[in-house]
């Protein structure tokens, strides 16, 4: 099974309109102010086939950010391993760039029939550990691609599309 610390998390896609579509896309590097508010993300790929994920942020004026991310990894219709998990991060600016430092995490193990405890001393040092790297595109108002990449793997990125959830 891959790493879920690899996965990522979901937002909603939109589906461009015939008369949106004929408009040129215009987008620009988001500032913070424009990035308060609660996003529901999608991950552009999945990990793996066996993965499916969404993940929510809401992110506050103060640069704190409080996360939900659900991961189910599913084979032949059978549920192998179910979590949520909660991170609550602090975004700062770094270098140009913004940068997710975890503060504080908390998980849920909703199905583990196999017993594999992803969340073990290791993992859970590992996960306080990492420094993600964040490049919020805003496509729109409540639209934006959330390009990231992990501090120890900075070739490989992955990116999200995210929707502002009004409600």
């Not at 390009?147 to 490989?156: L, Q, S």
Request: net charge neutral.
């Amino acid at each position: 099974m891959r790493s879920w610390t690899q996965g990522g998390c979901l937002a909603m896609m939109l589906l461009a309109t015939p008369a949106l579509a004929a408009k040129p896309e215009v987008t620009h590097f988001a500032s913070m102010s424009e990035l308060v508010g609660k996003w529901q993300c999608l991950p552009d790929k999945k990990a793996s086939e066996k993965e499916e994920s969404w993940v929510n942020y809401e992110i506050h004026r103060d640069g704190k950010v409080v996360s939900k991310e659900w991961i189910r990894y599913q084979e032949q219709g059978k549920t192998e391993l179910e979590f949520n998990l909660f991170v609550d991060y602090l975004l700062e600016a770094h270098e140009g760039q913004y940068r997710l430092k975890p503060v504080s995490m908390k998980r849920e193990i909703l199905v583990d029939p196999y017993k594999a405890d992803p969340f073990g001393y290791d993992a859970q040092r590992d996960l306080m550990g990492y420094r993600i790297f964040l490049q919020p595109v805003m496509k729109g108002k409540n639209t934006a691609k959330f390009e990231m990449w992990y501090h120890i793997t900075p070739a490989d990125h992955f990116s999200m599309q995210c929707q502002r959830r009004t409600a």
